[in-house]
């Protein structure tokens, strides 16, 4: 083997530590990778917790009619929209690709839905603000005030919701 081979796949070796991680550069420090499992798994139930809203609206929005039909299938795609952040984010984190799929709902009583809708906005609410307040990461918390502020606008939506359903 002439020496120009010999040289490019030296090269070519260099390359493939880095991409598959074994270049210790490219590697996390061990005290970003500690604090990254709870991060993560921070970021799982999130998932979870969107895939089971989306759902749920998409659900309600079977039951519905007209605008309230509209309304709430607006309100699953923005839960859509807040998985595929946290989903960005879980990866981005740990490099997982094998995230949560958004689930498909059965329809249930509008009425009854909806209240569920609007507890669990609530309590996303709390749980993506204590997130919040206890990230390290600044872009991580700035996505958890981000998603509690997009979880109020949605709870104020669901009330609207509610309120028409019951006939107020």
Known sequence: MDEKWSAALN???AVWQRVSAQDPVCMP???????????????RGFLADESVRSAQYAAAARSARGR???ALRALSQDCAGCYRMLRTEY?????????????QSTAGELQGSLRRAYLLEESAIRAYGEAAARAENGRVRRMFAELAERCSVRRAQVRTL???????
């Not at 509610?162 to 107020?168: H, I, P, T």
């Open 29 to 43: 420090a061990p005290a970003e990778s500690a604090r990254r499992p709870d991060t993560a798994a921070l970021l």
């Open 162 to 168: 509610v309120q028409r359903a019951l006939g107020e």
């Open 68 to 70: 309230a039909a509209e």
């Open 91 to 103: 990866y981005l984190l740990t490099g997982d690709r094998s995230a949560l799929r958004l689930p």
């Open 11 to 13: 090269g070519l070796e």
